[in-house]
C-alpha cells in the first residue's frame, strides 16, 4: 500500500461525514469499465461497485463468482477512471483477512462491502464472529479501506410477520450496527431497512449509513439523505436498468 493509495482512503472515508440531509455521498455501480467510465464522466466523486451486477455482467448468478473474477472485474473499473471505487465482496469468498486485503488493495480499490449472511445458503453470520472478521480486516487494511460492514437482518432475518417483527429486526439491525462500528467499521448497511427507519437506526447506530435505492418508484437519493442517509447505492438496479434497455433495443432492430 502506497501514501497515495492511503490517502484516496482517507478522502474517501471523509465523504461519509457530515453529508446526510445536506447532500449523501451518492455511489453509482458500475459492472465494468466502460459503465464505471460512464459514471465518472457524469461527475460521481466515487464509484461502488454491485456484485450482483458484475456478476451478471459476466455470466455467474449473485453469489456464485470465482474470487478471481470478481477481484479482475474490480480491477478493470478501477484502472479505468480517477474517482474511489469501493468494491462489493460479498461475504469474502471464505478467504481470511490478510489474503482478502492484500487482494483487494492489489486491485486498486479503496473501500469495500462485506455482508454478514452466507450469499448462498442466506443464513446470517453469528454478530460477534462477524465483529471480529471486520476487526481483523481493519486490522490488515489500517487505513487503507473504507469498510461498509453490510446488514441483512432485513433480507433474511426472518422478520417479515408485521410490526413486532419489523421491531425485532430493527433491534437486532441496531446491535449489529454498534458492534460492527466498534469493531472499526466506517459505515453501516442495514440493506432492505424501511425507510422510515433510517433516522432510528443512524441516531441509535452512532455511524453512517448506507441506504439502498434499489427501486426507481421509492425514496429518492436526497429523500434518503433528510431521513438519516450518510452514503447511497443502487444495488444492480443500474445493471438492470441497461440491460432493459438494451432489450428493448435489440427489439427495434428486428423490426
Known sequence: MTASDTAEARAFRAMHHGREAEAPLVLPGPWDAGSARAFADAGFPALATPSAGVSASLGYQDGRIPAEEMFAAVARIVRAVEVPVSADLESGYGLDAKELVERLLETGAVGC???????????????????????????????????????????????????????????????????????????????????????????????????????????????????????????????????????????????
Open 113 to 255: 462491502n462485506l455482508e454478514d449472511s452466507d450469499p448462498l445458503t442466506k443464513r446470517l453470520a453469528d454478530p460477534r464472529e462477524q465483529a471480529d472478521r471486520l476487526a481483523e480486516v481493519r486490522a490488515e487494511a489500517g487505513d487503507g479501506l473504507v469498510i461498509n460492514a453490510r446488514i441483512d437482518v432485513f433480507a433474511h432475518g426472518q422478520f417479515e410477520g408485521g410490526a413486532d417483527d419489523i421491531e425485532r429486526a430493527a433491534e437486532a439491525a441496531i446491535e449489529r450496527g454498534r458492534a460492527y462500528a466498534a469493531a472499526g467499521a466506517d459505515c453501516i448497511y442495514p440493506i432492505f431497512a424501511p425507510p422510515e427507519l433510517l433516522p432510528r437506526l443512524a441516531a441509535a447506530i452512532g455511524a453512517p449509513v448506507n441506504a439502498a435505492a434499489f427501486a426507481p418508484d421509492g425514496p429518492s437519493p436526497a429523500e434518503l439523505g433528510r431521513l438519516g442517509a450518510a452514503r447511497v447505492t443502487f444495488g444492480p438496479r443500474l445493471f438492470r436498468a441497461t440491460m432493459a434497455a438494451a432489450r428493448d433495443l435489440a427489439e427495434q432492430l428486428g423490426r
